[in-house]
Each structure stands twice: as structure tokens, then as C-alpha cells.
């Protein structure tokens, strides 16, 4: 998307906005002094790995070892991230999806409508799976933009992304949250060490848990309201979309073999089979999974376009949008490895629970989250690392353990919204970078960090 900030101010500088004299000197910071996502990975490397020669009894060989063993430790993971990325954005392509995304773009009416819309369905979207969420804020913000684009509609762009992406931050309260799920699962490790699984009537449907979601979204929305620039010339004034045009099919029928790849039965047939092993999968009691999000992407992608052709064509746009997932996922294994195979994750959490109470336990075990999360954005990562001391102290300061996960989970959806590496999905959708809004999602990380803890000092 093509973005021209006036030269009058900084982009971003929230003039007019009843917090703009906060968010002019945070956006100029920002513009000036964070690097890019892949450099911001490469220095977070560097801090860990110093810190684990520091706070552990690892020495340079072991550090060095453990961080070349973890380069390969989330590859699965990060083959299912890609492809909900490259999926997504191929089945936000087709024409079906993109005529209904632009009929929702027409519902905001003005500039503060459409930044809180774009927060809403993203929100949404994460509380039904994390991977949908990543998806539908990018595709939304680049739909709203362009329809105020031909409406002649004023509208700050990167603000208007900042909005999709902060709709992220309640993801681990929703259906797909892996901590809770974890220890909902029987045999597993957090099961293992409570003795039974933890229902998840107890963590995600809890009634304080869904009350708390509800209030971060509504706490969120209102800080959006005051960081949310209104003076017309620090509107960020938008180009063409060339990624919204239709797509170059190259449908010349000469063979038979042309003719094939121009009928709409190959992918038709694909699509029906991914539908009977979704129904079946399904039927037999199956949850929604991140694989099962992709699954369910390849089957609207196979029904919905006309060929292999347009596919094709389709799939050389999405391919430009995973690369920096790819590149840069190593990088983040290769620092949970140094900080699981050293012991520095542990050193975290135990300084946290050796500070605790029974009234402050939570509070500090969210916190730590948050931190670990900086370094480590993985929420299962996260929690098999983490879940063992946390449980253990909860048990001995008489916490709810449904509580000690919870609070894993808000401090790991916490700090998303200043780590670079989860934008990245939606970055690459909206042709930003993270310091384009990480000086509103800054706001959003104290809005929402202050109703989070507030929520576990109250139930603790």
C-alpha cells in the first residue's frame, strides 16, 4: 500500500488526538531508533545469549551449542505459520472474499469508525483462532483503506493497521489458546504435574476470564479513541493498491493440457475431498487446530477460484508475504533453545515466584510471562517451559492453578503488541514496517496491561 505522510509532521504524530502530545514525541522516537524486525531478532539473540553466560553456569561452547540445537525446534510451527499466511492472503484474494471484504469495508462511515471496526473484527477473529486473527487485521485495514481511498474518506493508514494488529492482544483468552488447552488435555505435561486435566471451563470459559476479555476489548477500543490522529494534514494520504488488482491469469488455451489447467474440476475435485476429511475430522470430535485453519483456507481456496490458472497466478502475489517468517523464525528457535537448554527461562520465573505472595503471585507470574514472551514468542513454547515452576510455587502459595495458566496467557498475549516478530504477518499485508505502529500499539500494551493485572489481583 502506498503511504505518503505530510512532511508538516511525523506520520503517526496523533495530531489532534486527545493524546497526541504523548504520541508525537513516542512516534518520532520510534520512527528514529527502532530497526527492522529481522536486526531487532539479531540483537535479541545477542541479549540472551549474554544473559545466559551471566544469570546461569552455561558457559560460551554450551551457549553457542544450545542455540544451534534450537534452530531447527520449530520448524513444524513455522510451516503452519507460512501457510496461514500464504493461505490467508490467497484466499482473501480470490474474488468471492475480496467482494464480501469490501462489502464489510463500506460499513465505517468515518476514520474513528474504521479504526475501531478493524480492532473489533480482528479481535473477533483471535478469540476464534490466533491465526485467523493475524490474517483478518491486515486484510481489513487494507480493504477499509482502499475503500476510503475511493470515498475520499481522510484516513491515517498506519493507524488503521495498529488497530488490526491490536486486536491480537486478547488471542490467548479465546478458543485457540495453547496454555489452556495444554493443561485441558489429559497425559499432558501440565496435566501430569496437577494430577487431572484443568477443564477449560475453569481458564478460557471461565466467567472472569470472559468478563476480563470483554473489558480489554472495551478498554482498548477507548484507548485507540484517544491515540487516534484527527487533524487532516497528519492523515496519511494512500496510492493504489497494486495487490488489489485482479490477478494476471495467464488462461491461454492452446492444449488439451491448457484446457485442463482452465477447468474449474482439479481444484474442484481437491475441494471437495479437504471437505469430507473436515467433516469427518470433525464428526469425530476434532477441535479447531492451527493445522485444521490452514485445512479449512485449502478448502475455500479450491472451491472458490475458477483454475489451477487463477490459483497459480493467486499464489505468485502471496508468495512475497512469507519471507520474513521464514527467514526470521529460526532466529526466535535458536533463543528459546538458549533459554531452555541454559536454564535462563527458569532463572526468570523463579526470581518471580521467589518475590511472590499469595495475593501477588499472579500478578508477578504475568509479568514474568510478559517478559519471557519478549524473547520467546511462543505461547507453547512458552508454557512448557514456564508451567512447571509457576505450578509448583502456585500450589505451595495456595493459587488457583487455573489462574497461575491464565496468567501465563495474558503476559504471553501481553507483550505482543511491542514484539516485532508477531506483526509480521500483518506487516507484510499492509506493506509496513513495525515501527510504522509501534507507537500506538505501545498505548495498547499499557491499556491492556493495566485491566489484565488488575483482573488477576482481583481473583487471586
Known amino acids: 500500500m502506498t503511504a505518503k505522510p505530510s512532511q508538516e509532521e511525523p506520520a503517526g504524530a496523533g495530531g489532534g488526538a486527545p493524546l497526541g502530545p504523548i ?184 466467567g472472569w476470564n470472559m468478563i476480563t476479555a470483554a473489558v480489554t476489548i472495551v478498554v482498548v477500543a477507548g484507548a485507540l479513541m484517544l491515540i487516534a490522529p484527527r487533524n487532516p494534514h497528519d492523515v496519511v494520504t494512500l496510492g493504489v493498491d497494486a495487490r488489489l488488482r485482479d490477478a494476471e491469469i495467464d488462461d491461454e488455451v492452446v492444449t488439451p493440457a491448457d484446457r485442463v489447467d482452465a477447468s474449474r474440476i ?78 535462563l527461562m527458569q532463572v526468570f520465573s523463579e526470581f518471580f515466584v521467589a518475590i511472590s505472595t499469595d495475593q501477588t503471585f499472579a500478578l508477578w507470574a504475568f509479568l514474568s510471562a510478559g517478559i519471557v514472551n519478549f524473547f520467546v514468542p511462543s505461547g507453547g513454547g512458552q508454557i512448557a517451559v514456564q508451567a512447571p515452576i509457576l505450578l509448583e510455587a502456585a500450589e505451595s502459595l495456595g493459587t488457583d492453578p487455573a489462574v497461575a495458566i491464565m496468567a501465563v496467557a495474558y503476559g504471553d498475549q501481553w507483550t505482543n503488541m511491542i514484539q516485532p516478530f508477531w506483526a509480521l504477518p500483518l506487516l507484510a499485508i499492509a506493506g509496513l514496517k513495525m515501527r510504522d505502529i509501534l507507537g500506538y500499539t505501545t498505548i495498547v500494551l499499557i491499556a491492556s496491561g493495566i485491566v489484565f493485572a488488575a483482573a488477576l489481583l482481583i481473583v487471586s
Open 23 to 206: 504520541m508525537r514525541p513516542l512516534n518520532t522516537l520510534v520512527e528514529k531508533l527502532i530497526p527492522s524486525a529481522l536486526v531487532f531478532a539479531i540483537g535479541l539473540t545477542v541479549i540472551v545469549a549474554i544473559l545466559a553466560l551471566l544469570l546461569t553456569e552455561a558457559g560460551p561452547l554450551e551457549v553457542v551449542e544450545e542455540w544451534g540445537l534450537g534452530l531447527a525446534g520449530l520448524l513444524e510451527f513455522m510451516t503452519q505459520i507460512a501457510l496461514i499466511l500464504f493461505l490467508g492472503y490467497i484466499l482473501a484474494s480470490t474474488r468471492p472474499v475480496r467482494a464480501l471484504l469490501r462489502r464489510l469495508a463500506r460499513v465505517p462511515q468515518s476514520p474513528m469508525q474504521a479504526y475501531l471496526f478493524v480492532f473489533l473484527v480482528a479481535a473477533l477473529a483471535s478469540l476464534i483462532t490466533w491465526g485467523l486473527g493475524l490474517v483478518v487485521g491486515g486484510l481489513m485495514a487494507r480493504e477499509v483503506a482502499e475503500q476510503a481511498r475511493r470515498r475520499d474518506m481522510p484516513m491515517h493508514f498506519p493507524m488503521l493497521v495498529a488497530s488490526g494488529f491490536s486486536g491480537f492482544v486478547v488471542w490467548h483468552m479465546g478458543y485457540s489458546a495453547s496454555g489452556p488447552l495444554t493443561a485441558a488435555t489429559p497425559d499432558s505435561f501440565v496435566a501430569e504435574i496437577l494430577g487431572d486435566p484443568l477443564s477449560i471451563t475453569e481458564t478460557v470459559f471461565s
Open 266 to 343: 482439479p481444484t474442484t475435485l481437491i475441494g471437495l475431498m479437504l471437505v469430507g476429511y473436515l467433516a469427518l475430522h470433525f464428526a469425530g470430535g476434532g477441535g479447531l487446530t492451527l493445522d485444521i485453519v490452514n485445512w479449512s483456507f485449502l478448502t475455500l481456496i479450491m472451491l472458490l477460484v475458477r483454475s489451477p490458472f487463477e490459483l497459480l497466478a493467486l499464489t505468485k502475489e502471496a508468495a512475497g508475504t512469507v519471507g520474513d517468517i521464514l527467514l526470521q523464525f529460526p532466529l526466535y528457535a535458536g533463543i528459546l533453545g538458549i533459554m531452555a537448554g541454559t536454564g
